[in-house]
C-alpha cells in the first residue's frame, strides 16, 4: 500500500508538472477537457440568450478571424516547432522571424476576409451583421495569429503548462466578460462578439509577459532563421491550409445557403460534437514536438502507442454522445435546438475521424514528408467539396455533416494506405504492446 500511494503521489507531481512526453500529453488533455466545458457553458449560454437565429448571427461574426488567422499561418507553425526542436539554441531568432513572417500573413488574412465577407454573407445577413464580421475580421485576425504564434512557442519549448493556461484563461475569461455585459445590457450577437476580441486581446498580453520572461525573440538574427521557415513551411502549407479550410468548409457553404437559424442549428451540434476532440490539441501540441528529432523507430513506435490511445478514446467518447447527445441538446440548449440531433450524430463520427487523423498525419511530418499530407489533405477537401456541392441543397445542414464525415473518411484511409506504400511501415497494431504496458508501468513508478 504505501508503494501504491508513493507511485500515486509521483505520478500526480509528474502530472501537475507536465513532465515527460506522457504526462505533458495527459496535462494536455485535461487542459482541453476544461477548456471544452468551459465553451459548452459559453454555448449553452448564448443559445438561450440569443435563440438560433441570434446564435447564427453571432456565429457568422465570429466565425472568421479564427479561419483566417490559422489558414494564414499555413504551414508555419510546423516550421517553427521543426526548427526549434533541431536547434534550440536559436530558439529566439526562429520566434523573431515566425513572428515577423506571421504578421505579414496576418495582413494579407484581413484583406483576403473584408474582400469575401460581403461576398459570402450577403444573402442571409443584413448590412449590420456583414459590417460587424468586417469590423471583426480586422481587429481579431492579428490578434488571434500572433497568441498562436506565441502558444506554439511555449510548446516548442516544452513549456505546455504555459501554453494549456493560456487557453484555458482564453475561454474563462470570455465566458466571465459575457456574464457582465449581460448582466448590464441587452445580449445582442455584436456585443457577444466585442467580449471575444476583449478577451482575446487581454489573454495576448499575459501571452507577451511570459514570453518575454521565458526568451525574448531576437529579430537580428531572424533573417537567417526565414529562409528555411519559408521552406518547410511552404511544404506543409498545403497540408495545413486544406486541413484548416476543410474543418470550417462546411460553415463557410452554409453561410451562404442557408437560413441563419438552421445555421444556428448547425453550430451548435458542431460545437457539442467537438467534445471528442478534446484530445486533439494535445496530439498537435504534444506529439508532434515529442516525435520530431528522434530516428525512424522511435518516432514510429510513439506514433503507434498514440494511435493506439486515440483510438480506444475515440470509441468510448462516440459511443457515449451518440447515446446522450439528444437529450443534452434539449436539456441544455432548449427544446428549439432538439431539431439538430440527426445532425450532431453524424458531426460526432465525423469529429472522432478527423481526431484520429491527426497521428499519422504527424508521423509523415516527423519522417520529412509533408507532402504527402498535402496531397492526402488535398484529395479529402476536394472529396468533401463535392460533398457539399451535391448534398446541402439536396438536405441542408444535415447535409454538410455528411460531407464533412465523407471527407474525414477519405482522409484517414489515404494516411493508413501512405503509411505502408510511401513510409514502407507496418500499421499500428490496435492490441496494447508489451512495451505499452511497460511504459505505464514506469510511469506511475516515477522511474
Given at each position: 500500500?504505501?508503494e501504491?500511494?508513493?507511485?500515486?503521489?509521483?505520478?500526480?507531481r509528474?502530472?501537475?508538472?507536465?513532465?515527460?512526453?506522457?504526462?505533458?500529453?495527459?496535462?494536455?488533455?485535461?487542459?482541453?477537457?476544461?477548456?471544452?466545458?468551459?465553451?459548452?457553458?459559453?454555448g449553452?449560454?448564448?443559445?438561450?440568450?440569443?435563440?438560433?437565429?441570434?446564435?447564427?448571427?453571432?456565429?457568422?461574426?465570429?466565425?472568421?478571424?479564427?479561419?483566417?488567422?490559422?489558414m494564414?499561418?499555413?504551414?508555419?507553425?510546423?516550421?517553427?516547432?521543426?526548427?526549434?526542436?533541431?536547434?534550440?539554441?536559436?530558439?529566439?531568432?526562429?520566434?523573431?522571424?515566425?513572428?515577423?513572417?506571421?504578421?505579414?500573413?496576418?495582413?494579407?488574412?484581413?484583406?483576403?476576409?473584408?474582400?469575401?465577407?460581403?461576398?459570402?454573407?450577403g444573402?442571409?445577413?443584413?448590412?449590420?451583421?456583414?459590417l460587424?464580421?468586417?469590423?471583426?475580421?480586422?481587429?481579431?485576425?492579428?490578434?488571434?495569429?500572433?497568441?498562436?504564434?506565441l502558444?506554439?512557442?511555449f510548446?516548442?519549448?516544452?513549456?505546455?503548462?504555459?501554453?494549456?493556461t493560456?487557453?484555458?484563461?482564453?475561454?474563462?475569461?470570455?465566458?466571465?466578460?459575457?456574464?457582465?455585459?449581460?448582466?448590464?445590457?441587452?445580449?445582442?450577437p455584436?456585443?457577444?462578439?466585442g467580449?471575444?476580441?476583449?478577451?482575446a486581446?487581454l489573454?495576448?498580453?499575459?501571452?507577451l509577459?511570459?514570453?518575454?520572461?521565458?526568451?525574448?525573440?531576437?529579430?537580428?538574427g531572424?533573417?537567417?532563421?526565414?529562409?528555411?521557415?519559408?521552406?518547410?513551411?511552404?511544404?506543409?502549407?498545403?497540408?495545413?491550409?486544406?486541413?484548416?479550410?476543410?474543418?470550417?468548409l462546411?460553415?463557410?457553404?452554409?453561410?451562404?445557403?442557408?437560413?441563419?437559424?438552421?445555421?444556428?442549428?448547425?453550430?451548435?451540434?458542431?460545437?457539442?460534437?467537438?467534445?471528442?476532440?478534446?484530445?486533439q490539441?494535445?496530439?498537435?501540441?504534444?506529439?508532434?514536438?515529442?516525435?520530431?528529432?528522434r530516428?525512424?523507430?522511435?518516432?514510429?513506435?510513439?506514433?503507434?502507442?498514440?494511435?493506439?490511445?486515440?483510438?480506444?478514446?475515440?470509441?468510448?467518447?462516440?459511443?457515449?454522445?451518440?447515446?446522450?447527445g439528444?437529450?443534452?441538446?434539449?436539456?441544455?440548449?432548449?427544446?428549439?435546438?432538439?431539431?439538430?440531433?440527426?445532425?450532431?450524430?453524424?458531426?460526432?463520427i465525423?469529429?472522432?475521424?478527423?481526431?484520429?487523423?491527426?497521428?499519422?498525419?504527424?508521423?509523415f511530418?516527423?519522417?520529412?514528408r509533408?507532402?504527402?499530407?498535402?496531397?492526402?489533405?488535398a484529395?479529402?477537401?476536394?472529396?468533401?467539396?463535392?460533398?457539399?456541392?451535391?448534398?446541402?441543397?439536396?438536405?441542408?445542414?444535415?447535409?454538410?455533416?455528411?460531407?464533412?464525415?465523407?471527407?474525414?473518411?477519405?482522409?484517414?484511409?489515404g494516411?493508413l494506405?501512405?503509411?505502408?506504400?510511401?513510409l514502407?511501415?507496418?500499421l499500428?497494431?490496435?492490441?496494447?504492446?508489451?512495451?505499452?504496458?511497460?511504459?505505464?508501468?514506469?510511469?506511475?513508478?516515477?522511474?
Amino acid at each position: 500500500m504505501p508503494e501504491i500511494g508513493a507511485a500515486l503521489r509521483r505520478g500526480l507531481r509528474g502530472l501537475v508538472r507536465g513532465e515527460r512526453t506522457a504526462f505533458a500529453f495527459l496535462q494536455t488533455v485535461f487542459s482541453q477537457a476544461f477548456i471544452t466545458l468551459v465553451n459548452l457553458a459559453t454555448g449553452v449560454f448564448l443559445a438561450r440568450m440569443l435563440g438560433p437565429e441570434g446564435r447564427g448571427a453571432y456565429a457568422a461574426i465570429t466565425f472568421w478571424p479564427l479561419v483566417l488567422a490559422t489558414m494564414a499561418l499555413a504551414g508555419l507553425p510546423y516550421a517553427q516547432v521543426y526548427r526549434t526542436k533541431g536547434h534550440p539554441e536559436r530558439a529566439g531568432a526562429v520566434l523573431g522571424a515566425t513572428l515577423i513572417l506571421g504578421l505579414g500573413l496576418s495582413a494579407l488574412g484581413v484583406l483576403v476576409g473584408l474582400a469575401l465577407l460581403p461576398w459570402l454573407m450577403g444573402r442571409n445577413y443584413d448590412p449590420q451583421t456583414v459590417l460587424a464580421a468586417q469590423v471583426m475580421v480586422m481587429a481579431a485576425t492579428p490578434v488571434m495569429l500572433i497568441a498562436m504564434v506565441l502558444k506554439n512557442s511555449f510548446s516548442a519549448l516544452g513549456q505546455y503548462r504555459l501554453a494549456n493556461t493560456a487557453n484555458q484563461a482564453d475561454v474563462l475569461l470570455y465566458l466571465l466578460l459575457l456574464l457582465v455585459a449581460a448582466a448590464a445590457l441587452p445580449m445582442t450577437p455584436e456585443l457577444a462578439a466585442g467580449c471575444m476580441f476583449a478577451g482575446a486581446v487581454l489573454v495576448l498580453g499575459l501571452l507577451l509577459v511570459w514570453q518575454w520572461r521565458l526568451g525574448r525573440p531576437h529579430w537580428r538574427g531572424a533573417g537567417r532563421e526565414a529562409r528555411p521557415l519559408v521552406s518547410f513551411a511552404l511544404r506543409a502549407a498545403p497540408n495545413a491550409v486544406l486541413a484548416n479550410l476543410a474543418l470550417s468548409l462546411d460553415r463557410m457553404v452554409l453561410v451562404t445557403m442557408v437560413s441563419q437559424a438552421d445555421f444556428g442549428l448547425y453550430v451548435v451540434a458542431f460545437g457539442l460534437s467537438r467534445l471528442v476532440m478534446v484530445v486533439q490539441q494535445a496530439v498537435a501540441s504534444v506529439g508532434f514536438p515529442a516525435m520530431a528529432g528522434r530516428d525512424e523507430a522511435s518516432t514510429k513506435a510513439m506514433h503507434d502507442r498514440l494511435f493506439r490511445v486515440i483510438l480506444y478514446a475515440m470509441f468510448g467518447m462516440v459511443a457515449g454522445g451518440w447515446v446522450l447527445g439528444g437529450l443534452a441538446l434539449r436539456l441544455l440548449y432548449g427544446p428549439e435546438f432538439a431539431a439538430a440531433a440527426g445532425i450532431f450524430h453524424i458531426l460526432l463520427i465525423g469529429a472522432a475521424i478527423s481526431c484520429l487523423c491527426q497521428v499519422p498525419m504527424q508521423l509523415f511530418l516527423c519522417l520529412g514528408r509533408p507532402g504527402f499530407t498535402s496531397t492526402v489533405q488535398a484529395v479529402s477537401f476536394a472529396a468533401t467539396a463535392l460533398a457539399l456541392v451535391v448534398l446541402v441543397p439536396w438536405l441542408g445542414a444535415i447535409g454538410a455533416a455528411y460531407a464533412v464525415l465523407a471527407g474525414g473518411l477519405v482522409r484517414l484511409t489515404g494516411l493508413l494506405l501512405g503509411m505502408r506504400r510511401t513510409l514502407g511501415l507496418p500499421l499500428p497494431a490496435l492490441l496494447p504492446s508489451a512495451a505499452d504496458i511497460a511504459l505505464l508501468r514506469r510511469g506511475l513508478q516515477g522511474t
